[in-house]
């Protein structure tokens, strides 16, 4: 499903990942609110944060605090997963196999 806003970009499908960095992630939450039509300090209510906070999550921010950032995203019906990346080595890789 495609919420689009023709004043702005088509956010990416629900079920489709977006990196924290892309515009993509702060375009999805913004999306996601106004498919909910909900104002950003009625989220901001729902979320227990401020407006502020809202307004910086949809304008992209990328240093944000990760518990306000789950609550609000919790409130919005979304969530966040972690996938490890290709080639990135985690403490499970560096340890030498048993012999």
């Not at 106004?34 to 809202?54: H, K, M």
């Amino acid at each position: 499903m495609f919420v689009h806003n023709v004043l702005e970009k088509s956010a990416p499908p629900a079920d489709t990942l977006v990196h924290m960095h892309d515009h993509a992630f702060a375009a999805a939450v913004r999306a996601r609110r106004r498919a909910l039509r909900l104002r950003q300090d009625q989220l901001a209510e729902l979320a227990q944060c401020s407006t502020r906070f809202v307004h910086m999550v949809e304008a992209g921010k990328t240093t944000l605090r990760l518990d306000k950032l789950l609550t609000l995203l919790d409130a919005l019906g979304l969530g966040l997963e972690l996938q490890r990346r290709p080639g990135l080595r985690v403490a499970d890789d560096l340890t030498p196999p048993a012999s």
